[in-house]
Every structure is written in C-alpha cells, then in structure tokens.
C-alpha cells in the first residue's frame, strides 16, 4: 500500500494507451464478457496508478461491469495513496453503497463533501440519506440538508434531490407533516424539469395490447431459464430477486437493460415477428445474461418495466418464466412518490395522476398477458411476501423448478454483503424482511389526501 503522506507523483496516462485499452474492454462488455472486460481494465489500472482522472473512469467502467468488489478496490487505491478527488470519494460511496457497506459509504459521501463535490452534478445528500435509518431530529444531517437548501446555485433537479433525502429523513423520526411537506415540494420540482405526456403513455398500452403473442410455445434454444421480474417500481421486485439470488443455481443480474432496447429496435425496423432478426435479438441478450462468470440455470432479470414488452419477451425466450410483483397500490404510490428516480422511464412518479395512469397501464398490460400469453406468469403480492416469507418463496421456488427448500431464517435474513444492489430499494433490500412498509399510507392520510382519492380501489 503506498504512504498516503508522500504519495507517489501523478502518472500521465498514455492517451494511445488509454483509448485502446478502454475500446478493447467495451468490446468485452459488448460481448458479455463482463469478467475479462474487468480484467483488463485492472491490468490498465496497474499500469495507470496515480491519475485519478483514469482511474475513475477505470472504477466506474468495472462498477458498470457489475463487479463492484473490484472497481471499490481501484477506488480505495487511489484514495490510500492521497488522490482526494471529490468525484472519486462520491464514485467510491455510490459503489460502498451499492454494496451495503453503509457506514464506507457514509465516510466517503461526507469526504466528497467536505472537498467540494458539485451537488449539481452529484446527488451526495440523496445517497447519504439513504445510508441510515434517523432516529433523531439532532442527528447533524438534518442541518446539513438546510444547508445546502440555502445554496442559490442549486438547479431544480439538485434542489429536488435533497428535498427528497430531507422528506425521507423526517419520515425516519415520525414527522409525517413536515416529511409531506418536504416530499410535495421536492416533486414539484422535479416534475418542473421532465416532460412525461399521459397521452403517449395510453398511446403505447394501447399498441402493446395489439401485440399478437405467440399463442404455442416454440422450441427453447438455451439450456437456461430466464426469469423476469416485472410490475410497478417500489413493489417487491428488488426483494424477490435478492431472495432467489441466494440459491446457487440462480444468477441475479439485476436490472438489465436489454430487453426495452431489443424491443424498441425490432418495432421500429418492422422485424418483431422476423425469425432471423428474433435470432440475433435472443443472441445478445443471451450473452449478456449468461455473461462469463460460473453457469447457472435461472437467470434473473428484475427490470420491474419489463411488463411492457411481455409480447416480446414470449416470442424470443418460449421457456422463460414471468413473476408479477404487486403493492397495495396506495402504499406504491406513496412509496413512488417519496423517491428521485435517475431514469426517464420513470417519469411519471412526481405526479399522483400520472402515477395513476401508468399503474392503470401496467394493470391493463398484465391482465391481457394473462389472458393471451402462453408463458407461465406467477403473482406475488409484497403485503404476502413480509408477512408469510418462507410460503411465499416456496412457491416461488416450486413455480420456478427450484430445488430443495428455504426456511423461515434463510428467507428472512439480510442480503450478503458481497452483492451489489443497484436499484433504488437497496437499504430495504438489506434489512430482514420487515411489515412497516405495509399500509403506511394510512400515516399520510392527513397531509397526502390524493392517496384516498385517486387510488379508492386500494385495500388496507
């Protein structure tokens, strides 16, 4: 390890260098080859050490590889050796985070911090928030997020992103008035800076719903299973992946993003139901499935917005299973419209009518999957899955073909330490199973009435 009082001078990274060794792994990446892609951006950080420049992209490359033991690993390097580069400390609490390394991630947030990370570009407070469960209103982040509320040089969206950690920290000590308070400014600005239309949201339910699904299965071209995970965001989908993820014959790959892509590129050349095109599309989600790391038979995809090419997903993988995720829709929503979402898939949460709208989408869309899909689709509900955890996974196992059984403690206990969770679920992904979540909307009742209102046919 260097001494991080004389570190070493700063290398200059060869830009020949540089660039062919990036190309070369973003080939391997594209590939699937997500473990030799890592590899090789190791073997550049080895030759590399000492540019904090090159070794953040380094570390976010082998983090976007999914392999964030190894891109923590290049990040703690730089910083031993005296790199103390703002963005560096973020990266390197963003992967911690990832990680359930929740006290790491807190250190190097607040050391991004204190060095003067651009909160414009870097949503420190959010993640820092999200770090620990409040028990006090003394606790020093409250001031930090007043703080920083008072900086004028914040832009809607940064303002917005520490609304939201400020409503979820008031939430943690039982201010449900202030934390509504919090959370409706926070949307409102958040709405302020996308442009999600309703009207192309119905336009596209309705499309899907004159997708011809395959109604015979075809012949399966893989020895393995891919199993999706699918439904609204915020309703169990991180949780029931990470409870399947700990068999050995299972892969989690968390939310891949293929399938939304493949999807959109055969509609758009006309080639949905073209043999040959339907090949090439099953080839590359394949490979990034399978990937180069031990075999499985169980893949798991949990990109909950996947229920939107269900169609699709029937016509490329005959042998895939499909598990429905669904949430007292009052909870969802809520629990929807407390979170800043970094994807504009999600566009529609800061907006109790359009979360409506798409919940009523995601509705119609399943319901015609059930009724004109031939692949096998299994319902978990989120109320079933904290209150009955150990029935609920044995029938997910036995829908699945798992085998062998889960006990109550193996269903129960916290995810491992070594696997990254990404989504934005992963502190409650990481504590045991618990029942809080279960009919909170009933705390907002007072300050939130839209819950009541637009979501009546809500149970609990």
Sequence with gaps: MSDPIHPPMPQLTDASDAASSFARASELRSQGRLEAATTAMREFAHRHAGDPDAMFDCAKFIRE?????????????????????????ALAGSIAHELGRFDEARAHYLAALRTGVNINEWFVLQALANTTRYTDVGHPDFALFETHLRDPALTARARASILFAFGKACDDIGDHARAAGLLREANALARSTIAWARGDWDRFVADQLRVRAP???????????????????????????????????????????????????????????DPQALAEARRIYLAHLRQDDAPATWYVDKHPLNFRYLGQIASLFPQARIIHCRRNR?????????????????????????????GAGCDRLMEHWRQRMVLPIHTVDYEQMVEQPERTMAGLRAFLGLPGEVGEQEASKPVSREYAISSASMWQARQPVYRRSVARWRLYAPFVPELAEKFADADG
């Design 215 to 273: 109604q015979v299965p075809g012949k399966a071209e893989s020895d393995c299973i891919p199993v999706f995970i699918v439904g609204m965001v915020r309703s169990g989908t991180t949780l029931v992946a990470d409870r399947l993820g700990r068999d050995p014959a299972v892969r989690n790959r968390g939310e891949m993003p293929f399938i939304g892509y493949l999807a959109g590129q055969l509609a758009t050349h006309g080639l949905a139901a």
């Design 65 to 89: 590889c999914g392999r964030h033991a190894q891109a923590a690993e290049v990040c703690e390097q730089q910083l031993w050796a005296g790199q103390r580069s703002p963005r560096l400390f």
């Design 330 to 358: 009052r909870d969802n929503a809520l629990s929807i419209w407390s979170q800043l979402f970094g994807h504009m898939d999600n566009d529609y949460a800061y907006d109790f009518d359009d979360i409506a709208a798409f």
